[in-house]
Nanobody, 129 residues
Framework: QVQLVETGGGLVQAGGSLRLSCAASGRTLSAYNMGWFRQAPGKEREFVAGIRWSAGVTYYAGSVKGRFTISRDNAKNMVYLQMNSVKPEDTAVYYC??????????????????????WGQGTQVTVSS
């Protein structure tokens, strides 16, 4: 499995921007479709964004579409989440996750949390109003 470490979280005012980074090690990132998830206090972990291994296709939760952008640089083994126009409801711990490419079409699996087999420790994002 690939090891994942998230950085870039912090405190930001509503309407501001933040960029999260996810550094991968142990295996080449191109072996994975990648996702960002988040978990707010008292709530279940939810999907935020996903990106196919070749970076050509992305997916977003409706609540962040148009505000967040997921990207990846396989050569650098990095995944990013650019968060713009943040809202207080974006406050959560954000997790980077990897889903091993096994022939399954990512279009049918990007929402399935149980199919992500590598997870980072999370980074806290707090949006103040």
């Amino acid at each position: 499995q690939v090891q994942l470490v998230e950085t870039g979280g912090g405190l930001v005012q509503a309407g501001g921007s933040l960029r999260l980074s996810c550094a991968a090690s142990g295996r080449t990132l191109s072996a994975y479709n990648m996702g960002w998830f988040r978990q707010a206090p008292g709530k279940e972990r939810e999907f935020v964004a996903g990106i196919r291994w070749s970076a050509g296709v992305t997916y977003y939760a409706g609540s962040v579409k148009g505000r967040f952008t997921i990207s990846r640089d396989n050569a650098k083994n990095m995944v990013y989440l650019q968060m713009n126009s943040v809202k207080p409801e974006d406050t959560a711990v954000y997790y980077c996750a990897g889903q091993t490419r096994d022939g399954r079409n990512y279009h049918t699996s990007y929402l399935l949390m149980n199919l992500y087999d590598s997870w980072g420790q999370g980074t806290q994002v707090t949006v103040s109003s």
